[in-house]
Antibody
Framework: QITLKESGPTLVKPTQTLTLTCTFS??????????VGWIRQPPGKALEWLAL???????RYSPSLKSRLTITKDTSKNQVVLTMTNMDPVDTATYYC?????????????????????WGQGTLVTVSS | EIVLTQSPGTLSLSPGERATLSCRAS???????LAWYQQKPGQAPRLLIY???SRATGIPDRFSGSGSGTDFTLTISRLEPEDFAVYYC?????????FGPGTKVDIK
């Protein structure tokens, strides 16, 4: 049974750095074909993908936020950490972490992780002075 | 970056009706790297479809996905009361992933 849970501050001040931790169980991030991503959702708005880290430590970032984001993993603790610098009120959102996996498509070809099949409950982060 | 557009923004239907949701990409999505999610208020999204047409584990067969290239469709063959929600498409075919703005399916 795969579960994920986000933790971190609920309130940060503008210009501060946000650090969020995703603690998961039911899988290992050292297993080939596995990834963990971060997605956020401002109140009443759409989902926005932020970052993804793969089992081999390869990383992907949203181009528009790349300069502010860092994603790391601690395989021994079953955790993934996302840091976002220079927080602004527009960054107020629910932040989700989610599990991703590789798969074989209908033609039998191996495909890298990219969709998110298990999600945490999300954590609301408010940016305000 | 691939931009996804979803239409319509809102779809008002009655239970038992068929729902057809569209997701269009600004450029071709390679290898049909397209997923669909359902989200209800106060809940995390739930994966419905990946690889454009493969149903995720436990998803009823009234949900189906189709399409390739730049045009993708999610079809709900007969709406059940629990299907009224917001639906998002997501592409993961490029080095950066994107979500669409969502389609809300509400009760007519």
């Amino acid at each position: 049974q795969i579960t994920l849970k986000e933790s971190g501050p609920t309130l940060v001040k503008p210009t501060q750095t946000l650090t969020l931790t995703c603690t998961f169980s039911g899988f290992s991030l050292s297993t080939s074909g596995v990834g963990v991503g971060w997605i956020r959702q401002p109140p009443g708005k759409a989902l926005e993908w932020l970052a993804l880290i793969y089992w081999n430590d390869d990383k992907r970032y949203s181009p528009s936020l790349k300069s502010r984001l860092t994603i790391t993993k601690d395989t021994s603790k079953n955790q993934v950490v996302l840091t976002m610098t220079n927080m602004d009120p527009v960054d107020t959102a629910t932040y989700y972490c989610a599990h991703s996996r590789s798969y074989y498509d209908s033609s039998g070809y191996y495909q890298l992780p990219g969709f998110f099949d298990y999600w945490g409950q999300g954590t609301l982060v408010t940016v305000s002075s | 970056e691939i931009v996804l557009t979803q239409s319509p923004g809102t779809l008002s239907l009655s239970p038992g009706e068929r729902a057809t949701l569209s997701c269009r990409a600004s450029q071709s999505v390679s290898s049909s790297y397209l997923a669909w999610y359902q989200q209800k208020p106060g809940q995390a999204p739930r994966l419905l479809i990946y690889g454009a047409s493969s149903r995720a584990t436990g998803i009823p067969d009234r949900f189906s996905g189709s399409g390739s290239g730049t045009d993708f469709t999610l079809t709900i063959s007969r709406l059940e009361p629990e299907d009224f929600a917001v639906y998002y498409c997501q592409q993961y075919g490029s080095s950066s992933f994107t979500f669409g703005p969502g389609t809300k399916v509400d009760i007519k």
